[in-house]
Structure formats: structure tokens, C-alpha cells
């Protein structure tokens, strides 16, 4: 079998590749959305915030039979790479998954990576499949949507209204797109409170972020052809920055959005700033993004404030994940 690394800008290896894992994730997660031509070709070109994973095609006998990914950072978790692998349904254990695997395992390490990971959907046999390799579950995500038609404005006012009592301090801060270069400092200070998140007993380190993290994400974004809208909390009487909200829209799928971070900073918490952010920005795109139909978002299985949130804004589950390591 021949598994090579390719660049997205190689059409026909970037269109097998996309026909393979939406058929792959099709047969275990029909839940999951489909991955266009021109969205992996901006994932892979410009990743969430300029590292993107390499992707990986098998061929054997002529045919696709296998993808693979291998993602690393060089700005923090040195050690770490996250891998994925994804074998044709019809194709399954003939030991091609195993085969491409080693092949993503040996490229990790050749990169001086000590630690592997992998995700998979919490159905049967995906997980059978890592742990036979090594890996041991390290943290369970729960994928949720929110569908904006079944989502009824009077309850999102209701309850914005009703944090505003416990926020009166905060002013609340709309970015679309780009934001200032002035401001880009204390939005990165702001944005490392997303290392409070639960991790469970992940191998990983706290993301570091600066002023060229964030406009690295905001310029991938946009590359990618997604509208980032923004919402930030901010201490009336200093200015200080508590908490954000973001969510992507994908102009090629208007109708689908992402939520991406919401985190509040520790020192402002107990103010009900995430139920203020969150119906915020429910009330803007309501306004900004009429044809949105749905939004996606995860969470670790342990975050019990965050899903609460959630779900009181109408987030129902679609499936849960696993994410594996091992030590190599």
C-alpha cells in the first residue's frame, strides 16, 4: 500500500481524500456534517489558526482506500501530535487502518513528538481500534446543535435580561471579522482563559496565546471563507476585557455555524457573563445571520457549568467522542 502525505492544492488527491472521510463518517456518525471540496481545502491550507494537519492518502491496487492526518503546533505541546485515520467502510479490519496508522505514528515521531493522539466517535469497535494500538481514553467531548428555527427569542431575551441583573458591571463589546490591531494584546490575555476548560487526564499543555495567535486564527478564518462574529464582556470602570463568545459562519453553508471559544476570565466569574455573552450573540445573528439555521458546539463531558448553558438555550446532543493518547 502507498501512503504519502499530499498538499490540498493537488485537486484530485484533495477530492478522493474528502469522498473518502465524508463516507467514513457518514457509516459511524450520520449525525455529522459533511466536509465540502473548497472547506478542506482552506482546513488544510490554512488550519484554525495557521498550522494546519498534513493529509495523508493510501492507495492500494490503484484505489483509495485509506486517509490519515497528522497535526502538530509549534507554538506549545512540543511533545504532542493528534492523529486521525479514516479506512473506506467496505474496507475495514483487513489491517489497512493498522498499516496507515504506523505510518502517521513513525512521521509524529520523526517530528520529535512524544505524545500521539487520536479521537474517535464513542461507537462500537472505533474505540476497540486505538486501544488495541496503545492508546488509552484520556477525555470524552459531547457534540451538541442548536437549531435556531426550534430556538424561541422570548426565552433568549428572558434570560439575557435576567444575567444583566448579575452584570451590571460589564458592558457588553460586538466584533465582526477582524479585530483592531490596538486591541489584539488584551484579547489575547482574554482568550488564554479558554486553558480553564476541562482537558480530563489529557497529556496536554495550556495553549499559549499572543497578539499573532489571534490574528493568525482570524486571518485563517477568513481564508477559509468563515465570518467570525465576536461578542466580548468588558469591566465598565477599567476597561479590562472578562470574557468572549465566538461564532463562524460558513459563507459557502450560510446555514450552518460553529461555535468556537466561550470563556469567561477567572477573576470575573460569578457574574452570569457566559449566559450574557452567549444570548448576546443569539440576539445579534438573529439580526445579522436571518438564514442560520444551526449551530455546533463541544464540550467536555466534565464542563457541567457550560452545558448547562447550553442546553438552556436549546443545545440537544448529537454524539459523543473520545479522545486517546499514548506515550511512544
Known amino acids: 500500500m502507498d501512503i504519502r502525505p499530499f498538499s490540498p492544492d493537488e485537486v484530485d488527491d484533495l477530492r478522493a481524500f474528502v469522498e473518502l ?12 456534517r459533511t466536509v465540502t471540496l473548497r472547506e478542506a481545502a482552506g482546513r488544510y491550507r490554512h488550519g484554525w489558526d495557521g498550522e494546519p494537519a498534513t493529509p495523508y492518502l493510501a492507495v492500494l491496487d490503484g484505489e483509495v482506500v485509506a486517509a490519515g492526518t497528522v497535526s502538530t503546533s509549534e507554538r506549545d505541546n512540543l511533545h504532542l501530535a493528534w492523529l486521525g485515520v479514516d479506512v473506506r467502510p467496505d474496507l475495514r479490519r483487513r489491517g489497512l487502518g493498522s498499516e496507515v496508522l504506523a505510518r502517521l505514528e513513525a512521521d509524529a515521531r520523526a517530528l520529535g513528538r512524544t505524545s500521539l493522539g487520536l479521537g474517535c466517535w464513542d461507537v462500537p469497535g472505533l474505540e476497540d481500534f486505538a486501544l488495541a494500538h496503545g492508546y488509552e481514553r484520556r477525555s470524552t467531548d459531547v457534540n451538541r446543535r442548536q437549531l435556531l428555527p426550534e430556538v424561541d427569542p422570548t426565552v433568549v431575551d428572558a434570560l439575557h435580561d435576567d ?31 479558554i486553558n480553564d476548560a ?9 495553549e499559549v496565546f499572543d497578539a499573532d495567535r489571534v490574528r493568525a ?19 465598565r470602570r477599567t476597561g479590562e476585557l472578562a470574557g468572549q463568545t465566538v461564532v463562524g459562519v460558513d459563507r459557502e453553508r450560510p446555514h450552518l455555524g460553529d461555535q ?23 440576539r445579534w445573528l438573529r439580526g445579522a445571520e436571518p438564514q442560520l439555521a444551526e449551530i455546533d458546539t463541544w ?10 448553558v447550553n442546553e438552556q438555550l436549546g443545545y440537544r446532543v448529537m454524539g459523543r467522542s473520545m479522545d486517546l493518547q499514548k506515550s511512544v
Open 163 to 193: 444575567a444583566l441583573l448579575d452584570a451590571a458591571d460589564y458592558e457588553l463589546v460586538r466584533r465582526r471579522g477582524r479585530t483592531p490591531e490596538a486591541e489584539l494584546d488584551a484579547l489575547a490575555v482574554m482568550t488564554a482563559a
Open 260 to 282: 468556537h471559544d466561550t470563556s469567561v476570565v477567572a477573576a470575573h466569574r460569578g457574574h452570569r457573563l457566559g449566559t450574557l455573552l452567549k444570548t448576546d450573540m443569539l
Open 217 to 235: 486564527y482570524e486571518h485563517a478564518h477568513e481564508q477559509r471563507g468563515i465570518d467570525l462574529y465576536r461578542v466580548v464582556a468588558r469591566l
Open 299 to 308: 464540550n467536555a463531558e466534565s464542563n457541567g457549568f457550560m452545558i448547562g
Open 198 to 206: 476541562p482537558t480530563g487526564d489529557l497529556d496536554i499543555e495550556d
Open 21 to 32: 472521510t465524508n463516507a467514513s463518517e457518514a457509516s459511524v456518525a450520520p449525525w455529522a
